[in-house]
């Protein structure tokens, strides 16, 4: 009897942990983690979650994004204030840069902020896993919590000065530390 309890509870519990797997982002290892909610700004319906994890000297994100233009790329940014209220997600300031480097894509000098894109599916979902070097979550200048989280309409250019021609701001969050 109690073999058939505890090989039911190990089933159980292996298939809640293989349910969870491709159902929204994941967190990975064991540092200081982080998480942003996204809600749709007035007038709009993008939503999500985005998931971040220290690992090394960056942070590891994976996001998970709903409501999106079917097939399209929009520009996805780690912004400076942590404030959405604003309605339309202007109060979240420009982009994260806490080195001063200018605007532009992963593989040159970006800022904190710029990520690469999110890419919609044709049922305008979209999923992003990628390592974000030189951030960090929990302190310093480079720390991402209490920052805001972008999704915007258009495609990021990577060369606009400062923002990259991205347009309107259809979600919005605020990046917090998990506990």
Do not use: W
């Amino acid at each position: 009897m109690r073999l058939t309890v505890l090989l039911a509870l190990s089933s159980a519990a292996a298939l809640a942990g293989c349910g969870m797997m491709g159902h929204g982002p994941m967190m990975r290892g064991h540092g200081p983690a982080a998480r942003a909610d996204l809600q749709p700004t007035t007038g709009n319906a993008v939503s999500g979650t985005v998931m971040f994890h220290q690992e090394g000297a960056g942070v590891f994100m994976h996001a998970h994004v709903t409501g999106l233009k079917p097939g399209q790329e929009h520009g996805f940014h780690i912004h400076d204030k942590g404030d959405c209220s604003s309605g339309d997600g202007m109060s979240t300031g420009g982009h994260f840069n806490p080195t001063g480097k200018p605007h532009g894509p992963q593989d040159a000098d970006h800022h904190g902020g710029d990520l690469p894109a999110l890419k919609a599916d044709a049922s305008g979902h979209a999923e992003l896993r990628v390592m974000l070097p030189g951030l960090t979550i929990g302190g310093g200048a480079t720390d991402i919590t209490g920052r805001g989280m972008i999704v915007h309409a258009m495609p990021d250019d990577y060369k606009t000065q400062p923002t990259g021609n991205s347009g309107a701001r259809l979600a919005c969050a605020v990046i917090g530390a998990v506990r």
